[in-house]
């Protein structure tokens, strides 16, 4: 099915035309069009027209309304102008009904793809090998994960890249152990839990460091194994690829929990990129982007100095012969240009390391691998907080492990759940289950997406569970009410009536549900899932406001009114059942 042009469009292209028939001279005049708490919509492009030309606003705004159509059978119902030459703008009931009622006959929605879809290669999601997930690895996946949903649904091809620190030092210290203790990695059981092949690293990694700070002679063999698995030595490598293994179990359970699907074709980590170093240290050196500085091959920046004033260089090669990150991100964007043809690459990092990927993204730029047709940007997120505004801690002090954050939640949500369960609502043990899970991780997921991702914010369990306020149980509510609604409904169907006059609400609601593909057009160009969390609140609020309001089983109208409403909410919910799945949370149909 056509994209369904929304009434914004519609009133926009209708006053436009307008302006440009009462003053022809001003050519395709914008008439700043903007929703309003005086009238539906209001234009003040009037203002500065009339400013440009020297002429009266008021007199202007006369002239441009009457060439607007409007009155029975328009989309536009009345004009008025109003202060120094604002036009307050009502729009039909009627047009609403008939422009809903072309979003419910698609699947999308009437939510349009995008005219000229490119490749984005996304980067998120990127915990360590043999190293537990913490609260800290919650937003990079959170927030990625929605906006490649996001992405997606607009038309957009994605490449998911999920970056994972599986190469350095450490790894010398952890396979010289086992080599030495060959069956600490053994399952007895044949599979294994996320849970048992976390503690199983765990338990190495204790191991190995113990006794890499207490034996010169192991932390010498450890050293030396390093050399080997940077060398491609066999053995080393099939050791080095079991502590991988062992720690995509883990990844994946606790992504499975998140109710995230990472694919193993898309994890491609650090050691992804190794056979690419040497030839993008040489590309860089030869073209002079990068120079040699003490030994190491440095890239410098006249605008980043440290704190003695002296310039701060990108590190690309150390002067002992290692490479550093940047040679890594460096030839990560080589591949994703060149091998999977990326036009944008998003990544959905740490706010913290910004100026690393000022300077990663300024070197691309330099080396040619970034420019016209090809964007890196940085999605960067703020810090997750406790209740007392300071980063997250365990009462002990310890990094909070994301397993436990996600099992708490959903803990309290069952809770939750299971207090609100009656006679009427009736649910089963299973079902009660099932909601505790659904909405503990949407819980966590919408506190994280509601907020802007450059800000921190704080990590309250009590409120993001409540069923008031801006949370994503509210949303959740929302949607398994008007399911309630629909299921009495009887004989009674939704259906669209554009002949009837609507009531506050049902207008309030009915605009609201018409900007779904505004909004998602600029989330999808922003990278802000916050405004589409912002969207849908507001929608649900909208029809508390409507079911508060407007009786929908008992509607004084008659039929024509109750499957009017009953279209309403039908609509109201595959809009938020739409959004929400973009963010990544479920909505249950009973709750």
């Known amino acids: 099915m056509a994209s369904v042009t929304s009434l914004a469009a519609s009133v926009h292209q209708r006053v436009a035309d307008a302006l440009s028939a009462a003053l022809p001279e001003a050519g395709a005049a914008d008439p700043l069009l903007r929703r309003s708490d005086r009238a539906d919509f209001q234009a ?25 159509p409007a009155g029975d059978g328009a989309v536009i119902k009345e004009v008025e102008v109003s202060g120094p030459g604002f036009l307050n703008i009502t729009v039909a009931d009627e047009a609403i009904i008939k422009t809903l009622a072309e979003r419910a006959a698609d699947d999308r929605l009437g939510v349009p793809y995008a005219t000229a879809p490119g490749t984005t290669v996304i980067d998120y999601a990127q915990p360590n090998v043999a190293k537990e997930m913490h609260v800290g690895h919650l937003r990079s996946a959170v927030i990625g994960a929605a906006m490649t949903e996001i992405l997606e649904f607009t038309g ?10 599986d190469w350095g030092t450490q790894f010398g210290m952890l396979i010289q152990y086992l080599i030495e203790h060959p069956h600490e990695l053994d399952h007895e059981g044949g599979a294994v839990s996320g849970e048992e092949a976390m503690s199983n690293l765990n338990r190495l990694y204790k191991a190995s460091r113990g006794l890499f700070d207490s034996d010169e002679e192991f932390k010498e063999r450890a050293r030396r194994r390093v050399v080997d698995l940077q060398a491609g030595d066999e053995e080393t490598l099939a050791l080095w690829r079991r502590f991988v ?46 120079v040699r500085s003490d030994g190491a091959l440095c890239v410098f920046f006249d605008d980043v100095k440290g704190p003695d004033g002296n310039p701060t260089p990108l590190i690309v090669k150390k002067s002992n012969g290692g490479y550093g990150y940047a040679a890594t991100d460096l030839s990560a964007i080589r591949d994703r240009v060149q091998n999977l043809g990326a036009s944008t690459l998003l990544y959905v990092v740490d706010a913290r390391q910004s100026l690393h990927f000022k300077m990663v993204f300024e070197t691309a730029r330099r080396a040619g691998w970034l420019g016209d047709k ?55 043990e299973e079902e009660i289950v099932a909601n505790g899970v659904q909405i503990g991780i949407g819980a966590v997921k919408y506190a994280d997406l509601s907020t802007s991702a450059s800000r921190d914010y704080k990590f309250d369990l009590d409120q993001m569970v409540s069923l008031n306020g801006d949370t994503s149980v509210y949303l959740q509510y929302a949607y398994a009410r008007i399911q309630s609604i629909l299921r009495l409904s009887g004989d009674a169907r939704p259906a669209a009536h554009p002949e009837l006059e609507l009531a506050p609400a ?51 109208g008659g039929p024509d009114q109750i499957a009017n409403r009953l279209f309403l909410c039908d609509l109201t919910a595959r809009t938020l059942h739409q959004g929400m799945a973009l963010l990544g949370i479920r909505t249950p149909e009973r709750l």
């Open 44 to 68: 003040n492009g009037m203002l500065a027209l009339a400013k440009k030309l020297k002429g009266n606003p008021r007199e202007l705004a006369a002239q441009v309304v009457e060439g607007i």
């Open 156 to 165: 957009e091809k994605v490449v998911r890249r999920h970056h994972i620190g």
């Open 245 to 290: 293994d062992e720690s995509k179990i883990y990844f994946y359970s606790v992504f499975n929990k998140l109710d995230m699907e990472i694919r193993d074709v898309d994890v491609v980590g650090e050691s992804g990129y190794n056979d690419m170093l040497e030839e993008t240290c040489r590309i860089l050196e030869e073209t002079g982007v990068a």
């Open 374 to 428: 090809v964007d890196a940007v940085q999605l960067a997120f703020g810090t997750v907080l406790g209740k007392d505004g300071k980063p997250f801690k365990t009462r002990e002090g310890e990094t909070v492990r994301l397993v436990d954050l996600l099992d708490e939640a959903i803990e309290r949500a069952t809770t939750v759940v299971r207090e609100k369960n009656n006679e009427k609502i009736a649910l089963t």
């Open 506 to 556: 049902e207008r309030a609601l009915g605009l609201h549900l018409d900007q779904l593909s505004e909004v998602l057009a600029e989330v999808a160009g922003s990278f802000e899932p916050h405004k589409l969390a912002a969207y849908l609140y507001q929608l649900a609020s909208l029809y508390t406001t409507f079911y508060d309001q407007c009786p929908v089983l008992k509607a004084e």
